[in-house]
């Protein structure tokens, strides 16, 4: 069975901490992303990687950074944590190619930042 | 630039009856996929059901069919015998099927609520 896993399901920080929230997901999955999700704005992507240690920015890089030293591993950081960065964060994997591209969600992360 | 629009914030529906949600999309490409994700109250978010743009006949799984229309650009989600378990947010989402670039654009989601 497919299995995305989130290292929180909830996180409360305060405003200036350094965050990690850390992704793993067991199905072998080349491509693994980290999105932002707001009421009434849907899923955006932060970054995503195709492969270990590679990345791109996706719409809203700005205030995270990523790892992936391990193909199963994804980590979001927050360098210095604020306010406006509250919310949903969902992690997904999906196999390369263009036939088998769904993706698998892990349960989500909420963050609150005081 | 693509865009997906979900013009429906909330839907209700009794049980056992059909509903249908509206997703509508702007591309200039051709080719590509669309897919319905479906996120329970705190639970993960998962595939309904997809379709590839070069397929004319419409994707069904189950209760869940979609109605594409490629020309309008629109591509809605008909639940059928709605039930107590699909109460959820439901995501439109659009994927070019070219390049390298995996990543979905997503519309804002619409809450479907069940009426027992």
């Known amino acids: 069975d497919v299995k995305v896993t989130q290292s929180s399901r909830y996180l409360v920080k305060r405003t200036g901490e350094k965050v990690f929230l850390e992704c793993v997901q067991d199905?072998?999955?080349?491509?693994m992303f980290w999105y932002r999700q707001d009421p009434g704005l849907g899923l955006r992507l932060i970054y995503f990687?195709?492969?270990?240690?590679?990345?791109e920015k996706g719409d809203i890089p700005e205030g995270y950074s990523v790892s992936r030293e391990k193909k199963e591993r994804f980590s979001l950081i927050l360098e210095s944590a604020s306010t406006n960065q509250t919310s949903m964060y969902l992690c997904?994997?999906?196999?390369?190619?263009?036939?088998?591209?769904?993706?698998?969600f892990g349960p989500g992360t909420r963050l609150t930042v005081l | 630039a693509q865009t997906v629009t979900q013009s429906q914030p909330e839907m209700s529906v009794q049980e056992a009856e059909t509903v249908t949600l509206s997703c509508t999309y702007d591309?200039?490409?051709?080719?590509?996929?669309l897919f319905w994700y479906k996120q329970p109250p705190s639970r993960q978010m998962i595939l309904v059901i997809r379709?590839?743009?070069?397929k004319q006949q419409n994707a069904t799984e189950n209760r869940f069919s979609v109605n594409f229309q490629k020309a309008a650009k629109s591509f809605s989600l008909k639940i059928s015998d709605s039930q107590l378990g699909d109460a959820a947010m439901y995501f439109c989402?659009?994927?070019?099927?070219?390049?390298?670039?995996?990543?979905?654009?997503w519309g804002a989601g619409t809450k479907l609520i069940i009426k027992p």
């Open positions: 989402a659009y994927r070019y099927r070219g390049g390298s670039n995996y990543q979905l654009i």
């Open positions: 199905m072998d999955h080349e491509n």
């Open positions: 990687s195709y492969d270990v240690k590679m990345k």
């Open positions: 997904a994997s999906s196999l390369r190619g263009f036939s088998t591209d769904t993706q698998y």
């Open positions: 379709q590839e743009a070069y």
């Open positions: 591309t200039s490409e051709s080719d590509y996929y």
